[in-house]
């Protein structure tokens, strides 16, 4: 394992993904031995929990839904606490690979945070309608305000740099599509540099979409919402003490 993983935290939001989340622990154990992974249980009813502590994993279990944003701020707020330099997000429903953890890793050498793009010319997933445009929207205005080319500002798979992470544990949203959408913003107003790298997605292991795809035309204006909401926050400055490293 390389020295940067070493002190990477894998960071895996779940909710009720009883079906999946001992299968994509075992994974990411399986293709990145010695690695650290924390399960933060978003207020599951059913066997979440317990599947992933039995997996291995470190679990935090929350006594009731935050979403995936107050699922995330739990992860990184862990991360500083146990002196993880670098946090990755990991979907628990088995979408992401884990093989690209290395990848996503390496590229904090020269940014903050680095997201695993899906349309970036690996893997053929595809959108389509009103949540497809919403997303190039999205795409357009990021990217000029992280003044780098984004194609996919709602992916969940991404890596965390040390002033990032702590940007995040005390200012990550948790509002739908905060952890997506406004992270990225939060994190470009503050100086952080985001760069890309194209990954592929795999289809869902278990569990319920997050997504109601008969509910996709009402995904174009809450994105916007979520876009402006994120405009009209204070900017909020990175940490003065925190370096990259």
Same mark, same amino acid.
């Given at each position: 394992?390389?020295?940067?993983?070493?002190?990477?935290? =894998?960071?895996?939001?779940?909710?009720?993904?009883?079906?999946?989340?001992?299968?994509?622990?075992?994974?990411?154990?399986?293709?990145?031995?010695? =690695?650290?992974?924390?399960?933060?249980?978003?207020?599951?009813?059913?066997?979440?929990?317990?599947?992933?502590?039995?997996?291995?994993?470190?679990?935090?279990?929350?006594?009731? +839904?935050?979403?995936?944003?107050?699922?995330? &701020?739990?992860?990184?707020?862990?991360?500083?606490?146990?002196?993880?330099? +670098?946090?990755?997000?990991?979907?628990?429903?088995?979408?992401?690979?884990?093989? #690209?953890?290395?990848?996503?890793?390496?590229?904090?050498?020269?940014?903050?945070?680095?997201?695993?793009?899906?349309?970036? #010319?690996?893997?053929?997933?595809?959108?389509?309608?009103?949540?497809?445009?919403?997303?190039?929207?999205?795409?357009?205005?990021?990217?000029?305000?992280? %003044?780098?080319?984004?194609?996919?500002?709602?992916?969940?798979?991404?890596?965390?740099?040390?002033?990032?992470?702590?940007?995040?544990?005390?200012?990550?949203?948790?509002?739908?599509?905060?952890?997506? =959408?406004?992270?990225?913003?939060?994190?470009?107003?503050?100086?952080?540099?985001?760069?890309?790298?194209?990954?592929?997605?795999?289809?869902?292991? #278990? #569990?319920?979409?997050?997504?109601?795809?008969?509910?996709? %035309?009402?995904?174009?204006?809450?994105?916007?919402?979520?876009?402006?909401?994120?405009?009209?926050?204070? &900017?909020?400055?990175? %940490?003065?003490?925190?370096?990259?490293?």
């Amino acid at each position: 394992m390389t020295t940067l993983l070493k002190h990477t935290l =894998i960071v895996m939001p779940a909710l009720n993904e009883e079906e999946s989340v001992a299968a994509v622990v075992d994974e990411v154990y399986s293709k990145l031995p010695g =690695i650290s992974v924390l399960v933060v249980d978003d207020g599951s009813t059913d066997r979440t929990a317990e599947r992933a502590r039995l997996a291995g994993a470190t679990v935090i279990s929350l006594p009731f +839904n935050l979403g995936v944003g107050g699922a995330m &701020r739990v992860g990184f707020k862990y991360a500083l606490a146990h002196d993880f330099q +670098n946090v990755v997000q990991v979907d628990s429903d088995g979408q992401h690979d884990p093989s #690209g953890v290395a990848m996503l890793v390496d590229a904090l050498d020269s940014a903050d945070v680095v997201v695993g793009a899906r349309f970036a #010319g690996e893997g053929d997933y595809s959108v389509k309608g009103p949540r497809r445009w919403a997303m190039i929207v999205l795409a357009t205005i990021i990217s000029s305000l992280a %003044a780098t080319k984004l194609t996919d500002t709602t992916s969940g798979f991404r890596a965390t740099g040390p002033r990032a992470v702590r940007l995040f544990a005390e200012h990550y949203p948790a509002e739908y599509l905060g952890d997506t =959408i406004e992270s990225l913003v939060i994190a470009a107003r503050a100086g952080c540099t985001i760069r890309q790298l194209p990954v592929s997605m795999r289809p869902r292991a #278990g #569990g319920v979409p997050s997504h109601n795809p008969f509910k996709a %035309a009402a995904y174009l204006g809450r994105a916007g919402m979520a876009l402006m909401i994120a405009l009209m926050r204070p &900017r909020v400055p990175l %940490a003065t003490e925190v370096t990259s490293s």
